[in-house]
């Protein structure tokens, strides 16, 4: 196990321009009772991926109340982490059959951890699973053990559902992202909602200048309309969905349209795909297809505060936090009722959702003549993510199930 | 200006929202569910939800209604579950048992509709409800006043929405101790007339401060000579 080191702090104090001193205030309240008491958060990533973001942020700001929080890092080998790859995409839905083999390698490496890790704190948090069977070092009469799962579990492969489940039982509680991706188990089951950042670089407020110098850096007229998807390159998205939509509604609005995504690079079906896409924008210069570098935060915040609408029209969807990132930035957001989306965009409140190519259209267009309902979705969707899904909200969250945690005891 | 005997003292509340095992795909799967859910599932998908999503003042009142409107595509049917006003109730079993008759009639006026297969299911929660000191009291007006200056969102919706649940009376925290702490009756009940379906929280909470500042006003006025009067 390695101790992940965290990013540079924000102070706690900081967000109360955001969310009020009266929401801070309720921070410190939640966690009076709860300082000096340890927690462990366990993960398999110390960098890259959004588990690995969220912590970066959250540990420091629990600190800062007194609770003695530590993250720490699972460590594996190659042949471990080809295992639980295959497992993810196999909860994911993927076909896949595993072998007596790969369970061994999974058991033996959560063997490994265990004998390597104290697991003493008052509370243990374990991502996802590939520490999953850690739980199997849980005392008798100890300390309390929550498994957060950050993946959709609707539809697993059974083999590999079956195999986590004996461990995932164990617990004393559960977490997923949404009442769709939960399972019939014999342990409480909660809805915990993944958390942006509002003074991260990919969601703090921008000088106009910079924004205006993204725009110019790709061509794009800040003086038309901008429909704007940003996701990576992946059918599951449905790239070429969007620019189907955004063609039809061209017919009757003048408009530009963002795919902006990270590099394909190094993702061979990444690159097929975006290939897909170039195919089936070739010939309109409104649309931008952007490559941007793993990690533009600054760039992908402009894009968002630059448009006249935020699309997200997936197929399949874990929660989606580019909505939120949208919603966050006042925009407003047409996205498929897919994942945890309906939790974000609250149908003709917080934005609009569509089920097809045609509904995403009418939508485009309905947003382009009527701005001030588009500003209405807007300022409503701010509201709802300060509300929901911010990273203090998180933090309100993971001590008031500690809180109940201890109170159940 | 009077001090209370009583002080009172400011609370906070966080919920925790558990997933049910029960879901609903068509409007007869909605009934049973609601039938057969626990009073925390009725209390979060009304009560609770109103405090989460007190920003939409146009037209959101309730989960039930959301999603027989986006989901099921029931107007009709939206229209009057939205038009229960959790005011009215004191105990979970009244609101049950009208959010069954409800859905029980629509379905009985439109046997076509029961078992048509929504857009997305209904998916049945409940609120785990944790609450903690907020470290206030009040023994006066003027620190009231303060308090409720202070308060984050989640302590004044507990203050204001769901103590009519736990007073059982259709009175909220601030007003039952307006009357009963400090003797300003009237205050109580211009309090409790605040509507909390076509005002945000911050905006009920403006109210609220605006009203103790007219008392105030008077007081002062009263003190000075000057005749009682709400300007």
């Given at each position: 196990m390695l101790e992940a080191q965290t990013a540079s702090r924000i102070p706690l104090d900081d967000y109360a321009e955001v969310i009020g001193e009266g929401e801070l205030e309720e921070l410190r309240a939640l966690a009076k009772p709860l300082r000096g008491r340890t927690v462990e958060m366990i993960n398999s990533t110390a960098v890259g991926g959004g588990v690995a973001e969220i912590l970066n942020r959250l540990i420091p700001l629990a600190e800062e109340l007194d609770v003695k929080i530590r993250w720490e890092v699972m460590t594996g080998g190659e042949d471990f982490f080809e295992v639980t790859k295959s497992f993810h995409n196999a909860l994911h839905g993927e076909p896949y059959h595993a072998t007596p083999r790969d369970f061994e390698i999974f058991r033996a490496y959560n063997e490994r951890n265990r004998a390597r890790l104290a697991l003493d704190s008052e509370f243990v948090v374990i991502h996802d699973p590939q520490p999953a069977a850690l739980i199997e070092a849980r005392k008798k009469n100890g300390n309390h053990w929550v498994w957060r799962c950050h993946i959709d579990l609707s539809h697993p492969n059974r083999g590999v559902w079956d195999f986590l489940e004996t461990y995932v039982s164990k617990y004393d509680g559960a977490m997923f992202s949404s009442p769709e991706f939960a399972r019939k188990l014999p342990i409480p089951q909660y809805l915990f909602y993944p958390a942006i950042d509002p003074l991260a670089e990919k969601n703090r407020e921008l000088e106009p200048e910079f924004i205006a110098d993204v725009l110019s850096r790709h061509a794009i007229d800040p003086l038309r309309s901008i429909l704007t998807q940003i996701s990576r390159f992946d059918r599951l998205k449905d790239p070429v969905g969007v620019i189907r939509a955004y063609r039809i509604a061209k017919r009757y609005f003048d408009c530009q349209l963002v795919l902006a995504g990270g590099s394909a690079s190094d993702d061979p079906e990444g690159a097929v795909v975006l290939q897909e896409v170039l195919q089936e924008a070739q010939g309109d210069p409104d649309i931008k297809v952007l490559e941007l570098p793993a990690w533009a935060p600054l760039e992908v915040n402009a894009l968002q505060r630059a448009s006249t609408i935020v699309i997200q029209k997936s197929l399949r969807e874990g929660f989606g936090l580019t909505v939120s990132e949208a919603l966050w930035k006042k925009k407003p957001v047409i996205a498929s009722a897919v994942g945890g989306i309906p939790t974000q965009v609250i149908h003709k409140h917080t934005g609009l959702l569509a089920h097809s190519v045609e509904g995403t259209a009418y939508q485009i267009r309905f947003l382009l003549s009527h701005p001030e309902i588009a500003a209405k979705l807007g300022e409503h969707g701010h509201e709802h993510v300060k509300e929901n899904f911010l990273i203090t909200q998180k933090l309100k969250r993971y001590l008031t199930l500690f809180l109940a945690l201890a109170k159940s005891a | 200006m009077n001090t209370s005997e009583m002080p009172f003292e400011f609370f906070t509340v966080a919920h925790l929202t558990r997933i049910g095992n029960q879901s609903a795909a068509t409007l007869a799967e909605?009934?049973?569910?609601?039938?057969?859910?626990?009073?925390?599932?009725?209390?979060?998908?009304?009560?609770?939800?109103?405090?989460?999503?007190?920003?939409?003042?146009?037209?959101?009142?309730?989960?039930?209604?959301?999603?027989?409107?986006?989901?099921?595509?029931?107007?009709?049917?939206?229209?009057?579950?939205?038009?229960?006003?959790?005011?009215?109730?004191?105990?979970?079993?009244?609101?049950?048992?009208?959010?069954?008759?409800?859905?029980?009639?629509?379905?009985?006026?439109?046997?076509?509709?029961?078992?048509?297969?929504?857009?997305?299911?209904?998916?049945?929660?409940?609120?785990v409800e944790v609450t903690v000191p907020f470290g206030r009291t009040a023994t006066t007006l003027d620190e009231f006043r303060q308090g409720i200056e202070h308060l984050s969102h989640a302590a004044f919706y507990f203050h204001f929405i769901s103590s009519r649940l736990r007073l059982q009376l259709r009175t909220n925290d601030f007003s039952h101790w307006l009357a009963d702490g400090l003797g300003l009756k009237a205050l109580a009940d211009s309090v409790n007339r605040i509507d909390i379906y076509t005002n945000t929280l911050d905006s009920a909470r403006g109210k609220l401060i605006q009203l103790i500042d007219l008392e105030r006003r008077k007081h002062v006025g009263s003190t000075n000579g000057e005749p009682h009067s709400a300007r």
């Open positions: - | 909605f009934l049973t569910g609601l039938e057969q859910c626990s009073d925390a599932s009725i209390f979060h998908h009304t009560f609770q939800t109103l405090g989460s999503h007190h920003f939409l003042t146009e037209g959101f009142s309730n989960d039930f209604a959301q999603w027989a409107l986006a989901d099921a595509n029931r107007d009709a049917l939206a229209e009057q579950l939205t038009a229960l006003d959790i005011r009215d109730y004191i105990s979970i079993a009244a609101l049950r048992a009208d959010l069954c008759r409800v859905v029980r009639e629509y379905c009985g006026a439109h046997p076509e509709f029961a078992h048509q297969t929504t857009l997305e299911p209904f998916y049945f929660c409940e609120s």
